[in-house]
């Protein structure tokens, strides 16, 4: 017996990635803008902070695909 799913609905979760993907543009936003943690940095050297907001932003691109994924693999299986 297949029982009927719903296919879309508003609860936390959708809030939560909301969230997620806000927080995920502003890393990235930062990253492609150049801001650093340290403005008075030397040119063509890198400091913890621009690493921490690339990898930051790295992390937060994969969670998102991950969830596509999972999300269509699950609702076309």
């Known amino acids: ?3 009927p799913t719903e296919r879309f609905k508003i ?3 959708y809030f939560l990635n909301l969230r997620f993907l806000g927080g995920t543009l ?3 936003w930062l990253k492609r803008t ?3 943690m340290e ?3 030397h040119h063509g050297e890198s400091n913890l902070g621009d690493e921490l907001l690339t990898w ?3 992390l937060s ?3 998102l695909a991950g969830g ?5 693999l699950t609702h076309y299986a």
């Open 1 to 3: 017996m297949v029982r």
């Open 26 to 28: 502003v890393l990235w």
């Open 39 to 41: 403005q008075h940095g």
């Open 61 to 63: 691109f994969l969670g």
């Open 11 to 13: 609860d936390y979760t």
């Open 56 to 58: 930051l932003a790295y």
């Open 68 to 72: 596509l994924v999972a999300s269509l």
């Open 34 to 36: 150049g801001a650093t």
